[in-house]
């Protein structure tokens, strides 16, 4: 496994970018609850800095976040003090018994994970079949061919008050893959900037060819290009699987 989201580009994504995981989760608690499920375990994957599983716990679920990265993990156990949180690969971890399974902001997408593969990803759906209630969800957003064009510029750069950060994608046609080379500059103590690089590669996929996965284990699939009225890019899909 990589070490991704290292202490600085942590800190950065949740004070720069933390939006698409409040905007998201409004849209989640609104499909949870016309499903009937009000109350019970959230188990969510690759939960980053533990922003929905804050705003799951305040409206009255147990949640669970699994990540790869410590430092995340650490911004997530100051920002939702209720929730439970571990370090780990979701291809690897154990799912408990629950009543939706989330994994928002195409982490099912990256690469952190040298294991990742349709194999895992279809072993990995259905551990989570078997850990839901009747009845559950599975909710989760997946990036997709086209994504570099869909989103805007190949190289933007994003300034704060304490950090900037560089980022430039290159997406590979033929390999489905993509690659962003991250370049931050967080503000020190003394005034000064500290520079980091991180390379993150994911692989596009289709909402419709996991869905296809998801429906031969028993989920009944439906694909969205938002959640609810937050829409994505052209080139994301939000797939709501439900255990029936």
């Not at 609850?33 to 929905?52: E, M, P, R, Y």
């Not at 996965?213 to 052209?234: C, E």
């Amino acid at each position: 496994m990589n070490n991704p989201y290292g202490n600085d580009l942590a800190y950065i994504h949740d004070d720069g970018f933390g939006g698409f995981a409040r905007q998201a989760s409004r849209g989640i608690l609104g499909l949870l609850q016309k499903a009937g499920l009000n109350d019970g375990l959230i188990v969510d994957l690759g939960c980053g800095s533990g922003i929905w599983a804050h705003i799951a716990t305040e409206n009255g679920y147990s949640a669970h976040g699994i990540d790869i990265s410590e430092n995340m993990i650490q911004l997530a156990q100051k920002q939702a003090p209720n929730a439970s949180f571990e370090v780990n690969s979701f291809l690897k971890a154990q799912i408990p018994s629950c009543t939706a399974v989330t994994c928002m902001g195409e982490c099912m997408n990256y690469l952190f994970d040298q294991d990742h593969s349709d194999e895992q990803l279809r072993l990995l759906f259905s551990r989570i079949h078997d850990a839901l209630q009747p009845g559950g969800l599975f909710i989760f957003d997946v990036a997709g061919p086209g994504y570099a064009d869909a989103t805007g510029p190949h190289k933007r750069h994003f300034i704060s008050e304490d950090w900037a950060v560089l980022v430039h994608v290159s997406e590979y046609k033929r390999e489905q893959k993509l690659t962003r080379y991250i370049t931050a500059f967080r503000k020190t103590e003394d005034g000064s900037y500290r520079r980091t690089e991180e390379v993150h590669r994911i692989q596009l996929l289709t909402g419709a060819h996991l869905a296809k996965i998801l429906r031969d284990i028993g989920f009944k699939v439906r694909i969205r290009k938002g959640y609810g009225n937050f829409q994505l890019s052209p080139a994301h899909s939000v797939v709501i699987a439900r255990k029936e």
